[in-house]
């Protein structure tokens, strides 16, 4: 074992080992990259709404354009506000969980909402 190795982020394993850039855990195969785990801190990066401003748990935004919802004829109209909303990685870049108003619970993009 190399002492200069991190633990396993998933299993917390210590006996990680190296295979080419990768980091490999031999106890669940998890395999990361070597810069990753250098900087955990970098994984939780900061969410911006579409003009710039830093995004938090429990935040109301207001979505800045129609938008369609995917399986239905419903539409989210500009000017909607959402309240209490929650940041999460989510599917591809929708970076946010909420309940809109008369929709029900879904998930937005961070691009297309502005804090109030």
Excluded: F
């Amino acid at each position: 074992m190399n002492e200069s190795l991190p633990p396993c982020p998933e299993c917390s394993s210590e006996y990680t080992y190296e295979m080419g850039a990768l980091l490999v855990c031999p106890e669940c195969a998890h395999e990361w990259s070597a810069e990753t785990s250098e900087t955990p801190e970098a994984a939780d990066a900061v969410i911006k709404d579409a003009v710039g401003n830093v995004l938090a748990d429990g935040d109301t935004v207001t979505v800045i354009k129609d938008l369609k919802i995917k399986g239905s004829s419903t539409v989210i109209k500009v000017g909607t506000k959402v309240r209490g909303i929650r940041l999460m990685d989510g599917v591809g870049d929708h970076d946010i969980d909420c309940k809109v108003d008369g929709v029900g619970p879904m998930q937005l993009k961070s691009s297309v909402v502005k804090k109030v």
